[in-house]
């Protein structure tokens, strides 16, 4: 059972463009909400992370927008550059003691210039 | 402070060959995960350790294991390689529940 599901697979943006990844989650004991960039290559990088507490984070061009009651949160990238270009996960986890993340299929973006 | 570290970065292994990965946590992280990344499948849960215990475990074989040393470095061992074992590993760090720091992946391929 997928308890993190991730939308979409691949993503294809012109530069400039707005880039939105969504992700859907089960468990509501999950508190701690990150996104992870990975370049072709490289481990997964921490991106941006958000709790419950907030409806949204921003971190320059990236923001996390979530939505409890529907048990959502996305990712918006605004002003898409070519550098962008990698693949994203999202994960849901539970802070504290021994959980561990559960973590999206992961989106590949694709950024034109 | 310095990142996640793994050694070899690339590795290749025939079929029934053996293979240890080895995983240098965040300085100060004692919590050392491991995942298998392949295309199909997305990152899948290997197993966990804190303070040389395993603490949690994923749903992967017993040719999968792992150990922690008392200065949390950590390695995985696979034996009776198969060639669906080819994928990239990860090793993250994290202090406990926190955020996990991913290193940069031991590629295997397994011919």
């Known amino acids: 059972q997928q308890q993190v599901k991730q939308s979409p697979q691949s993503l294809i943006v012109q530069k400039g463009g707005i880039s939105i990844i969504n992700c859907a989650y089960e468990?509501?004991?999950?508190?701690?909400f990150p996104w992870y960039q990975q370049f072709p290559g490289k481990g997964p990088a921490l991106l941006i992370a958000i709790r419950p507490d907030v409806s949204e984070k921003k971190e320059g061009r990236f923001t996390i927008s979530f939505n409890k009651s529907a048990k959502q949160f996305s990712l918006h990238i605004m002003d898409s550059q070519p550098g962008d270009s990698a693949t994203y996960f999202c994960a849901a986890s539970k802070s504290g003691g021994s959980y561990i993340p559960t973590f999206g299929r992961g989106t590949s973006l694709i950024v034109h210039p | 402070k310095a990142g996640v570290t793994q050694t070899p970065r690339y590795l290749i292994k025939t079929r029934g060959q053996q293979v240890t990965l080895s995983c240098s946590p965040i300085s100060g992280h004692r919590s050392v995960s491991w995942y298998q990344q392949t295309p199909g499948q997305g990152l899948q849960f290997l197993f966990e350790?804190?303070?040389?215990?395993?603490?949690n475990k994923g749903n992967f074989p017993g040719r999968f294991s792992g150990r922690q040393f008392s200065n949390s470095r950590s390695e995985m061992n696979v034996s009776t390689l198969e060639l669906g074992d080819s994928a990239l590993y990860l090793c993250a760090s994290s202090l406990p529940g926190d955020t996990q720091y991913f290193g940069p992946g031991t590629r295997l391929t397994v011919l």
């Open positions: 350790y804190f303070s040389e215990t395993q603490r």
């Open positions: 468990n509501t004991a999950f508190d701690y």
